[in-house]
């Protein structure tokens, strides 16, 4: 009975100075703990100022704050189980696993995730521009971290990756303000060029939507087999693109008719013998 019960106290005893031991490591690290949070605050808080400040999209920003937040936690963290005397060797294998076995598994989604903040912070284009990516042309409806959605002239929606998108050439329409448009038209052999230029030139000038600076141009482009072929070049704004390329057409048709100047067209000759 002596025996057990000076096994006991001694238990006591033993955990008692364990616990007095521990104590002043277990305070050093809430302080080191709390500290740790403040800065990380203060750290995520400036990273967030300095992205805003440098344009960066509201979506991106945040998910990279949030990002950074959780990444120095979990290193404050497993910092602290080291001052408390916590083996932090299994936790970092076991994390590690975790990561890669992650990784693996959305690897597709982290190329175009990796994609879409590049697009995001790089801005090759935005929201209400008008592209070329990956063999869709169209307006720039959305841009987020996995995909970007462009609606085409026909209102289809193509939901892009933005891993496709920052693997091929991109052409941003709108970037630049206006684009020049190449008006073909072909005149007999027997017509005059100047006549013919003169009447391209007024039919370009009628059109509001046709820039006056730069000025409309009209250029021989080709003497082909049967025909003339003159380039009428005008710019516009990108939005404005399609509807000038119709009216010029039309209008370019109906001004040589009406000016006497013949198109001419490939003909077939049968021969019966």
């Known amino acids: 009975m002596e025996n057990e019960v000076g096994a006991i106290g001694s238990a006591i005893g033993r955990y008692t100075k364990m616990g007095l031991d521990f104590l002043p490591r277990l305070a050093m690290a809430l302080v080191v703990l709390l500290i740790g949070f403040w800065i990380i605050g203060m750290i995520i808080g400036g990273l967030k100022k300095l992205m805003k400040n440098r344009g960066l999209d509201e979506s991106v920003s945040k998910f990279l704050g949030s990002l950074a937040s959780v990444l120095l936690k979990a290193a404050l963290l497993l910092s602290v189980l080291g001052m408390m005397g916590v083996n932090t060797t299994s936790f970092i294998a076991i994390i590690g696993a975790m990561g890669l076995a992650v990784g693996l598994a959305l690897q597709g989604n982290l190329a175009n995730f990796a994609a879409g903040v590049m697009v995001l912070i790089f801005k090759p284009f935005k929201v209400g521009d008008y592209v070329k990516v990956n063999g869709i042309e169209g307006f720039v409806e959305e841009i987020s971290i996995f995909s970007s959605i462009i609606i ?52 370009a000038r009628q059109d509001p939507k046709v ?63």
């Not at 329409?173 to 020049?180: A, H, I, N, P």
Request: aromatic share 4%; glycine share 6%.
């Open 211 to 273: 820039l006056t600076d730069p000025a409309p141009a009209v250029i021989v482009a080709e003497l082909a087999d049967s025909s003339v072929n003159l380039d009428l070049m005008v710019w516009c704004k990108p939005l404005d693109a399609p509807a000038v390329t119709a009216g010029m057409n039309e209008g370019v048709k109906l001004a040589l008719d009406a000016a006497g100047i013949d198109i001419p067209y490939p003909h077939e000759v049968s021969v019966n013998k």
């Open 152 to 203: 085409t002239p026909d209102k289809l929606t193509h939901y892009v990756p933005n891993g496709a998108i920052t693997s091929g050439n991109i052409t941003n329409v709108s970037q630049q303000g206006q684009v020049r448009l190449h008006i073909p038209a072909g005149i007999d052999y027997g017509a005059d060029i100047k006549q013919a230029r003169t009447v391209l030139l007024n039919v």
